[in-house]
């Protein structure tokens, strides 16, 4: 057990318990179990210490985020490389626990739906995250570093179907600049 593994299998045993059919909820837990299971086979590299500067580690996953922001929004990459809001401050959660504690759990179960049906899901994760940073862009342009990270580390309530949208969007349009005339280095 690794901190954090809880807010995963949460979502998942309460989907497998609300099962309207009775006979498939007698088997919620042994549902969980495997599904658990499989997920963090996928994910396990997130969860191990001496893997987080690898390719499959949380590191990565961190500067892939990162580097996707800078991408689609420049002005908003900069302005949080410029107040040193390092991703190790709000993604490392977001990545490792897949968003559950993000948002509440009906909004959880329906982001998780749209990811595990992606079958490139952690590139998805990382267009989720970043459109989840683009959605708060106009106030975070405006803020300081503790008023950007208390929106980074507790995310203000959003229609997801409205950030899972913008994260579509994100990936059909993978060069595209979102928000930006200029890609200048700044020092604001």
């Not at 049906?117 to 995250?129: E, G, H, K, M, S």
Request: hydrophobic share 40%; with cysteine; charged share 20%.
């Amino acid at each position: 057990y690794v901190q954090g593994m809880n807010e995963i299998i949460g979502p998942i045993y309460f989907t497998f318990a609300s099962d309207s059919n009775v006979s498939h909820r007698e088997n919620a837990e042994a549902d969980c179990f495997w599904c658990f299971i499989s997920l963090m086979g996928e994910i396990r590299d997130f969860f191990i210490r001496t893997l987080d500067e690898s390719e499959s580690g949380i590191g990565a996953m961190m500067e892939r985020l990162m580097s996707n922001l800078k991408q689609h929004d420049y002005q908003l990459w900069n302005r949080l490389r410029v107040q040193e809001l390092r991703p190790q401050f709000f993604s490392f959660r977001w990545l490792t626990l897949l968003l559950s504690q993000e948002f509440d759990l009906p909004d959880v179960i329906r982001v998780w739906d749209s990811l595990f049906a992606d079958a490139n899901r952690f590139t998805y994760l990382i267009q989720v995250c970043t459109a989840m940073m683009v959605m708060q862009r106009d106030v975070m342009m405006q803020n300081d570093f503790a008023c950007n990270m208390k929106i980074l580390q507790n995310y203000p309530p959003v229609d997801v179907q409205v950030l899972l949208s913008k994260a579509t969007e994100l990936v059909e349009n993978p060069g595209e600049n979102c928000c930006d005339t200029t890609n200048t280095e700044e020092s604001s």
